[in-house]
């Protein structure tokens, strides 16, 4: 009797999972860094943030990066020039990937560069590239500008267009309006990090990453994809810390 109810009820477990699992849109999910940012020790504890999204879905953007640092002990303050550690991030690209393109091709692009560019920096307004600017904080750069750039809008250029461009047709991958050869539909963001550490005698010390958060679904299903990249995204940049 007792055997009976084991298998009986081992039996129903089996079904429930496979009903749980099989009807989930989510296949898997997952977050590919092209480097990792390894900052040295250090005592300090006080980080400026900001936060920026110019890709299509706004929804991706990590905004609870602070609430995070904060949770880690990390005094987060309003003006850069207070700050031990400068946190700059932006999501430059949210869409459903193009056939064949990877989130680990993507990553390994580098910081500033295009998806279907094979690495090549993308130009900016003026024919500059992120790589001739000195990335989204020039080293070089005063504590005055510093502040300015901070508070004025920053350095770092709005991709969105020359990615989606990359990804059509015309950036070496089919056309994002052309029909999947799978079912299934990968949905990926990008976000470019910098985290730039101020030395007491020396020059700025500047670290780049670049963080591709993917999901693989059944159905293409943006409400359930978007707190998944999310939070892969605050997960990952606030881990150098």
């Known amino acids: 009797m007792k055997a009976n109810l084991y298998h009986t009820a081992k039996i129903c477990f089996l079904a429930c999972l496979f009903l749980i699992t099989g009807c989930s849109n989510v296949l898997r999910s997952g977050l590919v860094n092209d480097t990792s940012i390894l900052l040295p020790p250090s005592g300090a504890r006080t980080i400026f943030v900001q936060i920026r999204n110019t890709s299509e879905n706004q929804g991706a953007t990590p905004s609870d990066i602070p609430a995070r640092l904060s949770a880690k002990g990390y005094d987060v303050v309003k003006d850069p020039v207070d700050a031990a550690y400068w946190l700059q991030t932006q999501v430059v690209y949210c869409h459903k990937a193009g056939d064949g393109v990877k989130p680990e091709t993507v990553a390994k692009a580098g910081f500033g560069a295009g998806i279907g560019s094979g690495g090549t ?32 809008g920053g350095a770092m250029p ?20 052309q029909p999947p050869q799978s079912e299934d539909t990968t949905y990926l963001c ?52």
């Not at 024919?127 to 508070?151: E, Y």
């Not at 990008?190 to 030395?199: I, R, S, Y």
């Open 121 to 152: 920096p993308l130009v900016v307004a003026g024919g500059t590239d992120l790589d001739t600017m000195g990335g989204m904080f020039p080293g070089g750069m005063n504590i005055q500008a510093m502040r300015g750039m901070a508070m004025g």
């Open 158 to 177: 709005d991709m969105n267009a020359m990615m989606r461009m990359a990804m059509s047709g015309r950036g070496g991958y089919p056309s994002m309006t």
């Open 190 to 241: 990008v976000a470019d990090v910098l985290v730039t550490e101020q030395g007491k005698n020396g020059p700025l010390r500047t670290y780049k990453m670049r963080s591709v958060a993917h999901v693989l679904q059944k159905n293409l299903n943006l409400e359930e994809a978007t707190p998944i990249v999310r939070d892969k995204f605050g997960t990952s940049i606030t881990g150098a810390f």
